[in-house]
Each structure stands twice: as C-alpha cells, then as structure tokens.
C-alpha cells in the first residue's frame, strides 16, 4: 500500500458507519432522486425508506419548481459569473441541486461503499483503515511549471502565469460542470449495478483575518468546493483541514447575514480533471498564424487542430477582479492543489480588505547562538563594539540596580545580569571576572542565569540532554528572516523547520591511534594563514588558542569557494570526516592550562 494521503486520524467519524447513518445518507440521495445504497444495514427493520417516500416526493417536486434557486453563497458568485462572462457568450450556471456536504465526516463516509473496505477507480484508491481512511490520489505531482493559469478580463496577470482568454475561460468552465458520467458516480453506491450520479458541494469559511480579543472580532470569507461525486475524497481532505462552515441553504450559514465576522469575498473551486482532455481548437483559441506573440508565448494558440489545451497536463486556472469574487478550475484531483487554492483566496481577500496580513506571509527575528565551549573572553572573542559599562548604566538607569562589585541586576528580571565589557567566562572555575582598578572583580557564574555585556551580547550555561555543560552566547544583533508569498517550491517552510535532523551526534571512534592522532597532530600544527582567495588577509591563529572559537575551527576545516583557494579546499576534502571530528572534541574540551 502506497502511504500518500491519509486524512480523519483519530475523528469522530465510525470505522464503519452503522444503519442510521446509511439511512441519514440514503435519505439525503432519494431526495436528490438518486438510487441509494441497497444493504440490509440500510433499509431498517422498521421498513423506515417506505416511510419517508411521500415526503421525499414533495421535496423533489419543491426541488423542480426552485429549479434555479441557488444558496446564497452560490447566487453571489453566479451573479459575478452572468457580469464578468458577459461578454463571452457562454451561458454558464452552477449546478443547483448537489450533495451539500453540511456534516463533517459525510464526505468520508460516501468516498467508499459501506459492505467494502476499499475503493478504486482511475483517478483515486481509498482505504478504510482502523484509524480512519486512506486516499492514494492518482497523481502526485512535485511540479509547478505550466499549472498557474489566469483569465483575462479582470486584475492584472503577472507575467509567470499564463494568460486564458475570456470566452476560452467560459468554455472551459461550461465543460468543468458538464462532467462525463463515470466522474459523476458516487463510491458509496459502487459495489452496486444502480449508482448514483451527482455533484458534490461543500462550504468553507476560512479566517482571513484572526481575532484580536477586546479590539477586533474575526474576519472569515466563504468558499464553495463544487466536485463530481468520484472526487468526494478530495472534499474530506479539504474539511478535514479547514472545517465544515454547515448546510449553505441555513440563514445561519450565510455570510451576507453576519456582516462582522465577513470579510465581503466570495470563492469558488471546481474540481474537473477531465478537462486535460479538451482540445485547444474546441475551446476558441487561435491557430498559431493568427495568435498575438504574447499568446503563442502562453501556448494559448495551435497549430494542429488535435493539441490538447496545455499539452494535455494539469492545470488550474482563476478568474478574479476587484469585485472581491474568485473562480477557479482545478484540472485534476491532486490533493495538494485543492489545499493551496484554499490558500491563495485567503490571500486574495486579504490583499482586497486591507489591514490583514497576507496569510502567506510572515517571518521572525532570530538571533544566532554559538557554542562558546568552557571560557569565553569577551575582550577576545568578540568584535569591540565601543559600548562601555558606564554607558549602559547611564541609558538604562530605570531598570538596572549596580551592585558595588561592578555589575548590575535587573529591577524586573533578576536572572538578568549585566556585567563590564571585558568579562570573563570560566565553566571549569564557575566564574565571571573583570579588570577592575588595579585588580579585578569576579562573581558565580550559575544556571539559570542570563550575563548581558554592554553591547548586548549575552552568555548563559546550558547543558542539552545528558552531555556536559557549555557556555552558550548569543549575538544582540537579529537576522529578519522574511517568509515571503511564493509559489509552491519557493521554500517558506524550510525555515520554520528544525535543523536538529542534519546535525549528528553521538561518540567518535578511532580506528587506528597512532595513525589518527597523528594527523589531527598534523592539523594542529599546521599554519592555515595562506587559505583566503584574498592575498590580503591573513590569519596566524593556532586552532588551539584561545582566541579562536569552536566555530571557528569548524568553520576553517569546511570547504568555501568564495572565501578559500583550491587548493585549499581540494585538501580540506582529503581529510576523513572521523578525524575533523576527533579535531573538534579536542578544541571543545582543551584548556589553555595543559
């Protein structure tokens, strides 16, 4: 079993669903005037379906004379649809009469039949496991090049996307509602010769703008998912990650009464992965004679009355304008897209409200710490920043109380300890000491406790794990690292994500003593002075001297070409990975003593 995408992990939904819960779904079908699930489970001993059939009568024929009755959510974005496609004359109207998808867990429920465990057609295999359901989508796709298409006729188009014409957008998104049947047939009647053929539908109202307790209420948008019924498991996916907002129809669920909490834009995604199978020719774009260079540029033109729009590969493509509506086309059933969508129209009502983060968008200051080892000299280890004691003293006299010795505490924190700029840090004595006058001044140098130097770098102890204690400083001065809004691949998660998983630990082995030692002897001694590309620059530091960082060490034995010769670093390479490490637990636990 391919382990791709498993969703409903430990949710209140049953293993197998039980007989009311197959009646409640059967039900929800024979008013669709669909064939519903025969089992025994189904039908009751009470005979409950013949119950039910008169009602369900009168709401079919309610059904047929509110034929063109829409929720609101629905009314919203097909009144943008009659203004925006106008033009296009191509009547388009979404489909009235779905699934409404208004219980969590539904959506699971009908993504395979209840007297099977498994459910498989060309697009999707789902399982039923003991923890919940597994869809295995039968696309993965890892690639973004060619998929971002965009309508014209509303915002600008950024020029990495490609630019769909009006009428050519309608086209696509009439044959998008007008799905071929085996798409329309829904897996929870698949184990039997009448199944039902229908559209799904689901409402979503993702937070756009977070509450702000006693100063702002949140601000959400609505989304409605529109799937053929084969494509059910993408919307247990999708609710499984941003909630079901409930049945459309209810006043209670409708955005346009509950003014506060709407941030005014409505969305629309519609799942048609057959549309890969349309071609150019049939969808009103141009032969490659009459296409503008911008069109040929985007592939928005043929040559031969065969192509498949966009080479026959998936695709989604948005139609949007200030109006505060978008519409979008997902040309397949790869999970990873629907979420995204989900994504970028939060962006989108972002961007149009105003006063709201694009939620894609974000960062943090971070201040980098270094292994200082057992001692640490400020006075040697650090660049001189011109700040003095006396200074900080005088800046900050509100909230620091000098004590006589030569240092201060804070009034608000008194963990927070703020020494001279020429402290000394001692593990092994258990110290911090300075020059004072003719003499010097020293204190106990304790866990728990955080030293601040003038320029605001800082020292503390810590012991990760069970290894010994070290002395760890961390600079004043912070890097902003901006996660900006990119496409897929751009890389904003990799630096929200730990490192711990690339940095081994554990003990070092020596093969041979006499062979290995003597070559980190070797790499002791030597004089690294004659590494830089920069003839300038020089540096005659022992490794062992205590001016010269762990980090630094590491540092030097590591390859860079743009700060190293070749040379150099060819050599760096001929040194075995065991022996730098032998290097570093010397420098790490030397003392200038021995």
Not at 21 to 48: C, E, H, K, M, V
Request: some cysteine; hydrophobic content about 35%; overall charge negative.
């Amino acid at each position: 079993m391919d382990l791709k995408t498993c969703v409903g992990l430990g949710a209140p939904v049953p293993f197998r669903p039980d007989g009311r819960f197959l009646r409640y779904i059967n039900f929800r079908l024979s008013a669709l005037g669909q064939p519903t699930y025969r089992g025994a489970d189904a039908d009751g001993a009470d005979g409950w379906n013949d119950m039910v059939q008169s009602l369900l009568a009168h709401q079919r024929e309610t059904d047929r004379l509110l034929a063109n009755y829409l929720p609101p959510a629905d009314w919203r974005v097909q009144n943008w649809l009659d203004e925006y496609l106008y033009d296009a004359g191509v009547p388009v109207r979404l489909p009235h009469n779905t699934f409404v998808l208004y219980r969590y867990g539904v959506a699971r429920t009908l993504s395979i039949p209840p007297d099977r465990d498994e459910f498989e057609s060309p697009i999707v295999h789902s399982y039923r496991t003991k923890y919940g359901v597994l869809h295995n989508p039968a696309k993965d796709r890892r690639t973004t090049e060619g998929v971002f298409h965009v309508a014209e006729g509303g915002l600008p188009i950024p020029n990495d996307k490609r630019a769909v014409p009006l009428r050519t957008f309608a086209l696509l998104l009439n044959a998008a509602l007008n799905p071929p049947t085996e798409l329309l047939r829904l897996p929870f009647t698949a184990s039997q010769e009448q199944q039902a053929e229908c559209f799904v539908s689901l409402l979503l109202r993702p937070t756009v703008v977070p509450p702000v307790p006693g100063q702002s209420p949140a601000r959400t948008m609505e989304i409605r998912f529109l799937a053929p019924s084969s494509l059910v498991s993408n919307l247990d996916f999708v609710e499984s990650i941003f909630g079901n907002a409930g049945d459309p129809f209810l006043p209670e669920h409708d955005a346009g009464l509950d003014a506060d909490h709407w941030t005014g834009h409505s969305g629309c995604v519609i799942l048609a992965p057959h549309l890969t199978s349309l071609r150019k020719s049939d969808l009103g774009l141009p032969h490659w004679d009459k296409a503008t260079e911008h069109q040929r540029r985007d592939g928005m033109c043929w040559k031969s009355e065969e192509e498949l729009y966009n080479d026959g590969s998936a695709f989604k493509v948005t139609a949007r304008d200030e109006r505060g509506v978008i519409v979008t086309l997902i040309a397949d059933n790869y999970f990873g897209y629907c979420k995204k969508e989900v994504k970028t129209q939060i962006s989108y009502a972002a961007n149009l409200l105003g006063q709201a983060e694009e939620e894609h968008a974000g960062g943090a200051l971070v201040f980098a710490s270094f292994d200082l080892g057992e001692e640490f000299d400020a006075s040697l280890h650090v660049r001189p920043t011109g700040h003095s004691y006396e200074e900080m003293i005088r800046s900050f006299a509100s909230i620091l109380e000098p004590r006589p010795e030569g240092y201060a505490v804070d009034r608000n924190y008194p963990e927070i300890l703020y020494v001279p700029e020429g402290a000394r840090f001692d593990l092994q004595r258990q110290s911090v000491s300075w020059p004072r006058g003719d003499g010097s001044e020293s204190i106990t140098l304790l866990p728990g406790r955080t030293y601040v130097r003038p320029s605001g770098y800082k020292v503390h102890m810590e012991r990760p794990g069970y290894r010994l204690w070290r002395l760890v400083g961390t600079s004043a001065d912070p890097t902003l690292c901006h996660k900006p809004c990119t496409v897929s691949g751009g890389g904003k998660s990799e630096i929200s994500k730990s490192i711990s998983d690339a940095i081994i630990t554990g003990p070092v082995f020596v093969a041979d003593y006499a062979k290995d030692f003597a070559h980190v002897d070797e790499l002791l001694r030597r004089n690294y002075s004659d590494r830089f590309l920069d003839k300038e620059e020089k540096d005659h530091r022992p490794l062992l001297g205590p001016d010269r960082s762990l980090g630094s060490v590491i540092k030097l034995l590591t390859p860079s070409v743009e700060d190293y010769t070749a040379e150099f670093n060819t050599w760096l390479e001929t040194i075995p990975q065991y022996v730098k490490e032998l290097v570093f637990v010397i420098k790490r636990f030397y003392r200038t003593e021995w």
